[in-house]
């Protein structure tokens, strides 16, 4: 059984950082799709975030530049590292996990129906 769960978000003010963790069980981080998704109080789901098991690495137009997304194989724990913050960062964050589509990782990395698992989130609030 794949779990995952978040950890790290928290507030902060405009310009400040926080790392997001994903620790994963039941599940390989290293060789399966990952992605970071948030999600705003009256916003649809969003992609922040996505690597796959060759190190092809996507991110969202607004969030390039600021943010990192990582692996620590050994800890089978997934990080996304976001600098810079604005407050329209200001979301749930979820990791996602479980690719289950025909799409490419290309095209569908920030898709949430191409994924079907997923943690419980942690709250980032970014006051400006």
């Known amino acids: 059984q794949v779990q995952l769960v978040e950890s790290g978000g928290g507030s902060v003010q405009a310009g400040g950082s926080l790392r997001l963790s994903c620790a994963v069980s039941?599940?390989?981080?290293?060789?399966?799709?990952m992605t970071w998704f948030r999600q705003a109080p009256g916003k649809e789901r969003e992609g922040v975030a996505g690597t796959d098991n060759n190190g092809r690495i996507y991110y969202a137009d607004s969030v390039k530049g600021r943010f990192t997304i990582s692996r620590d194989n050994a800890k089978n724990t997934l990080y996304l590292q976001m600098n810079s913050l604005k407050p329209d960062a200001t979301a749930m964050y979820y990791c996602?996990?479980?690719?289950?589509?025909?799409?490419?990782?290309?095209?569908?990395?920030?898709?949430?129906?191409?994924?079907?698992?997923w943690g419980q989130g942690t709250q980032v609030t970014v006051s400006s």
């Open positions: 996602a996990a479980n690719w289950r589509s025909t799409w490419t990782w290309y095209a569908g990395w920030n898709r949430p129906a191409n994924f079907d698992t």
């Open positions: 039941g599940y390989t981080v290293s060789t399966n799709y």
